[in-house]
């Protein structure tokens, strides 16, 4: 019965998993990239990523978008939103850098200690969201900020209206503007991030300290910013993913980022944790599987779907789909 239902919403199921999947790569490019250079698990990363949400809410109130909003001012407010969620993940990111990693990367720490440090500044910034109302009150902010800091530990959604058309019909099923809209803008920003990495001379020198540090600050590539662009990028594309998730699930909170970075990492692993290809194809099979599987097992076996996927593809190639690290990547 369950199989006869995946065969007759196929396509609905694929599409969907399609569109979640890209969201789980464009995360994922964080970090792989991160652990590419540094070898090191950004395990904060999902909070840059929750931090991105927020901002495409607030940056929607910012101009006055709501559910009356259509057409050709819609796409406008998304796109200032998306961009300024990209800034403030971007920023959040680079902080991240600042405060939680290169003071112990100068003094030489071991990987461990930076991991427990990423543990530590994700339930930091979390909490951080969580407690925005308290910190405001606390500062005597709170009539100032309104519903900015209002029901910090509740979901918030978005104030657009979210009733999207359908452009074409594949075997019944009608893919709207917006399954195009996030899958294309996920494909062609990775693509970017890509291209970047791979022909500019900033893009060289990010390959080179993920390759051999030392010899890269010996021909004078300065590490620390390397590092920093690195985690710039995660976060800007991080900042990319959280706009394109508001617009799929429409609601965030101030710990949403957890499950969801737990997801683009087992995709970062699935595809081969420090290839930029591999993430793309990471998160587009994890999506498509956890889909699928959602519809053969039920919903509520979904998140278990994935990350069996995981083991069994790395029990035959613990390497992941592509394996090849970004140190080795061929311009």
Do not use: C
């Amino acid at each position: 019965m369950a199989f006869q239902y995946v065969l007759d919403q196929f396509v609905s199921l694929f599409v969907g998993g399609l569109v979640f999947g890209s969201v789980y790569a464009l995360i994922a490019l964080g970090y792989t990239m991160v652990y590419g250079v540094l070898q090191l698990i950004n395990f904060a990363h999902s909070e840059v990523f929750m931090f991105g949400t927020f901002a495409t809410v607030w940056a929607l109130w910012l101009v006055g978008a709501d559910a009356t909003t259509a057409g050709v001012a819609l796409v406008a407010s998304l796109a200032v939103a998306m961009l300024i969620a990209m800034i403030t993940s971007g920023g959040v990111a680079l902080l991240l850098e600042r405060v939680a990693y290169r003071p112990l990367l100068n003094r030489g720490a071991p990987r461990l200690i930076a991991l427990i440090s990423a543990i530590g500044a994700s339930f930091v910034l979390s909490e951080l969201m969580g407690l925005r109302g308290a910190l405001a009150s606390a500062l005597g902010v709170d009539d100032v900020l309104g519903r900015y800091v209002a029901r910090s530990r509740e979901n918030l959604g978005l104030p657009t209206d979210r009733t999207f058309t359908v452009q074409f019909e594949v075997l019944g099923y009608g893919v709207t503007n917006k399954d195009i809209i996030i899958v294309l803008a996920a494909l062609l920003m990775m693509i970017a991030a890509d291209q970047f990495i791979r022909r500019t001379r900033l893009g060289r020198g990010i390959r080179a300290v993920a390759q051999d540090p030392e010899s890269a600050s010996l021909m004078g590539v300065n590490s620390t910013r390397v590092i920093q662009l690195t985690f710039l990028i995660g976060g800007l594309l991080a900042g990319a993913a959280a706009t394109l998730y508001m617009l799929q699930v429409g609601l965030t909170r101030y710990n949403a980022g957890f499950l969801l970075g737990v997801k683009a990492f087992t995709a970062a692993v699935l595809g081969g944790i420090g290839n930029l290809r591999g993430a793309l194809v990471g998160g587009l099979v994890l999506g498509v599987a956890e889909s699928l599987g959602s519809g053969l097992f039920g919903s509520e076996w979904r998140h278990v779907v994935a990350f069996v996927l995981l083991v069994v593809i790395l029990l035959f190639r613990p390497t992941g789909l592509l394996g090849e690290s970004l140190g080795k990547a061929r311009a």
